[in-house]
């Protein structure tokens, strides 16, 4: 099926390397969301994308954190000098397009980070 | 402070039985109101959503309550089966800002 995939599904890091996750979202999906799932809590929310741009980053918990979305499509969330604490599920939504709240997010597996 | 509070933190019924969760939220700027269903490594699916203009949806055997002047709104689930054990999220959003605010999530387990 053509639904929103993550890669890599696990990602086991050192502390202080970097690693970069990548999301491709439903082909045709203006819209693209990073958000972090701690174990046992809700998906929070880290930045959204409306195409190439970034319109909203406000969740994004460090100046390490950083994601991209270039040509519109496909995204990359990278985190440089990984701590212990950025361990979590890293789940990456897509939705038809930008703008009002009505438009349903298809959410990707994840991917789960785990910094050692 | 935590925009969307959910209840209970896990639930275990009998099939049939009816389990309901809770949620209140603060922002009254919020206006699109949809629960998510997530199995274990998997990601969070979209199970029902509404918006505050209307007092209940229902979709087979789920059904949204919405309580606009107290900030609050529930999941109920019709006739529970086994393969209705999973976390289930409630989440918020507002006009125009894309983002979810999520609950803290709702295991529920539904024995056969």
């Known amino acids: 099926g053509a639904g929103v995939s993550q890669s890599p599904r696990y990602k086991v890091a050192k502390r202080g390397q970097d690693v970069a996750l990548r999301c491709d979202p439903i082909s045709g999906h203006v819209s693209l969301f990073w958000y972090q799932q701690a174990l046992g809590q809700g998906p929070e929310f880290l930045t959204y994308f409306q195409n190439e741009a970034q319109l909203d980053k406000s969740g994004l918990p460090s100046d390490r954190f950083f994601a991209e979305r270039p040509e519109g499509s496909v995204s990359t969330l990278k985190i440089q000098r990984t701590q212990q604490e950025d361990s979590a599920v890293y789940l990456c939504?897509?939705?038809?397009?930008?703008?009002?709240?009505?438009?349903?997010?298809?959410f990707g597996p994840g991917t789960r980070l785990t910094v050692l | 402070q935590q925009q969307v509070k959910q209840s209970p933190q896990s639930l275990i019924v009998q099939k049939g039985g009816i389990p309901i969760i809770n949620c209140a939220y603060e922002?009254?700027?919020?206006?699109?109101f949809p629960w998510y269903q997530q199995f274990p490594g998997k990601g969070p699916a979209l199970l029902i959503a509404?918006?505050?203009?209307?007092s209940e949806k229902k979709e087979g055997r789920f059904t949204i309550s919405f309580n606009k002047s107290a900030k609050q709104f529930s999941l109920h689930i019709m006739d529970s089966q086994p393969g209705d054990s999973a976390t289930y999220f409630c989440?918020?959003?507002?006009?125009?800002?894309?983002?979810?605010?999520f609950g803290d999530g709702t295991t529920l387990t539904v024995k056969p």
């Open positions: 509404i918006r505050p203009d209307v």
């Open positions: 939504a897509s939705s038809k397009t930008g703008g009002p709240s009505y438009n349903e997010q298809f």
């Open positions: 989440a918020a959003s507002g006009a125009n800002a894309g983002k979810s605010t």
């Open positions: 922002n009254t700027a919020f206006d699109y």
